[in-house]
């Protein structure tokens, strides 16, 4: 099975308020996790990433969260705009495997309603 | 250029047909990647390549896929005889280097339908 997943498939917040996209990782030996935002007819676009050696991360409207004791990783956006209206997937780096490539959840359709 | 291209953006095929899907990285990355989206899903790793060697090629699905890099530029993904189940986006990526914790840039992917 996957490895990452998120909870929630949809979240729908009104314009202006904050939203969190929360993800649940299964390999505690993850070390490296990226929050990717994609939106219709488009790759996939780099948001913000986060090292295990930390436990927050901000970037410009948005932070990261790290909680490693119960593999838990959150994405939170401020003041929400149209423009952030997308699937938002967490990802993580294999950890110790032969592949560099990275290990999708499912993502979170966010709706931003006016 | 100025990001990953991809080409077709989509393609139609018939059942047992075989399709080449293309990918232009950026200029300089050496590292490249091939993931598969299908509908509602999250990405699924196929394969990935340093220069023009593929490490790693646990995540093709079968023996019908398969890819090459010549160059360490352009790389083509070929699916041999297609089935309905092959139907899905398939991304491209690629990075400065290869590493764990490098970003990858995505291509905005080729819509494969087989019919």
């Known amino acids: 099975g996957e490895s990452v997943g998120l909870h929630l498939p949809t979240l729908s917040v009104q314009e202006g308020d904050n939203s969190i996209i929360n993800c649940a990782y299964s390999?505690?030996?993850?070390?490296?996790f990226i929050w990717y935002k994609q939106e219709s007819g488009k790759g996939p676009q780099f948001i913000i990433d986060?090292?295990?050696?930390?436990d927050k991360r901000q970037g410009q409207r948005v932070t990261v969260l790290l909680n490693k004791t119960v593999k838990h990783l959150s994405l939170q956006i401020a003041a929400t705009q149209p423009g952030d209206s997308a699937v938002y997937f967490c990802?993580?780096?294999?950890?110790?495997?032969?592949?560099?490539?990275?290990?999708f959840g499912k993502g979170t359709h966010l709706i931003i309603q006016p | 250029g100025a990001g990953v291209s991809q080409s077709p953006s989509n393609k139609v095929t018939e059942k047992g047909k075989d399709v080449e899907l293309r990918c232009d990285p950026i200029?300089?990355?050496?590292?490249l990647y091939w993931y598969r989206q299908s509908l509602g899903q999250g990405l699924e790793f196929l394969i990935y390549?340093?220069?023009?060697?593929?490490?790693?090629k646990s995540g093709l699905p079968s023996d019908r896929f398969s890819a090459e890099r010549t160059g360490g530029s352009v790389s083509t993904l070929t699916i041999q005889r297609t089935q309905q189940e092959d139907s899905a986006v398939y991304l491209c990526?690629?990075?400065?280097?290869?590493?764990?914790?490098?970003?990858?840039?995505f291509g905005p992917g080729t819509r494969l339908t087989v019919t």
């Open positions: 390999n505690s030996a993850s070390d490296y």
């Open positions: 390549f340093q220069g023009n060697s593929a490490p790693d």
């Open positions: 990526a690629s990075s400065l280097e290869a590493g764990r914790r490098v970003e990858q840039y």
């Open positions: 986060i090292r295990s050696n930390m």
């Open positions: 990802a993580e780096n294999n950890p110790g495997g032969g592949a560099d490539g990275l290990t």
């Open positions: 200029s300089g990355h050496t590292a």
